[in-house]
């Protein structure tokens, strides 16, 4: 078992959708929280952080964790075809390396 | 300012020869990572520098793989001989001390050996 796992997709919507993205953990040293975007070609790029349980709102953009099912969850509102990318869910302990997902690809379609 | 700068970002050889990768990381960043990412995967770690010193490497496949960060800024991954198995792109960020806050990505190079 990967020590963070998400569902591969793809995740297809119509633009304007409210778009659910998933992740679980089973480290349960995990502190922070961390969401990546990755166009295709391209590097990924820091979405969300959030450190320990809670909500965090940026935008469009909702993160949660929920340390006592190792459960995060990412929402996307008002989705745009813009937003067609894999997101990447990595998490971290208290130290500098960050632990990666498989990625969920989402498309959002005009 | 200028991200993290991977170059090249594309390369193609023939399995069992060299091949490097360089990586300039964004200024004051004394953190630097190097990853892998496999076709349809999430990245993951080879090596970790703190300023000049690999403090991790436990993943590098130490056989075939090098690396080295001369001064503490500039890095260079190398892979000799290549094998078919290397093909992925190799990406590299870097982060303030303490990256649990995140880490900047550089585009990558997308190797592929044939």
Redesign the interface.
């Known amino acids: 078992q990967k020590e963070?796992e998400?569902d591969?997709g793809p995740l297809s919507v119509p633009e304007g959708a409210i778009v659910s993205l998933n992740c679980t953990y089973s480290n349960s040293a995990f502190?922070?929280f961390?969401w990546?975007r990755q166009y295709s070609?391209?590097?990924?790029?820091?979405l969300m952080?959030t450190y320990s349980s809670g909500n965090k709102e940026d935008g469009r953009f909702t993160a949660q964790v929920d340390k006592s099912s190792k459960y995060i969850s990412l929402f996307i509102r008002d989705s745009q075809p813009s937003d067609s990318a894999t997101y990447?869910c990595?998490n971290?302990?208290?130290?500098?390396?960050?632990t990666?997902?498989?990625?969920t690809r989402l498309m959002v379609k005009p | 300012e200028a991200g993290v700068v991977q170059s090249p970002r594309y390369k193609i050889i023939e399995k069992k020869q060299p091949v490097a990768f360089w990586c300039n990381p964004i200024s004051g960043h004394n953190t630097l990572y190097w990853y892998r990412q496999n076709l349809g995967q999430g990245p993951e770690l080879l090596i970790r520098y703190e300023n000049e010193e690999a403090v991790d490497d436990s993943q590098l496949p130490k056989d075939r793989f090098s690396a080295e960060r001369l001064k503490g800024v500039d890095s260079t991954l190398k892979i000799q001989p290549a094998e078919l198995g290397d093909s992925a792109v190799y990406l590299c960020a870097s982060s303030y001390e303490g990256g649990g806050y995140g880490y900047t990505f550089g585009s990558g190079t997308r190797l592929t050996v044939v």
């Open positions: 963070v998400q591969p502190q922070y961390m990546y070609r391209k590097g990924p790029e820091l952080y990447l990595a971290s302990d208290a130290g500098n390396m960050l990666f997902g498989g990625g």
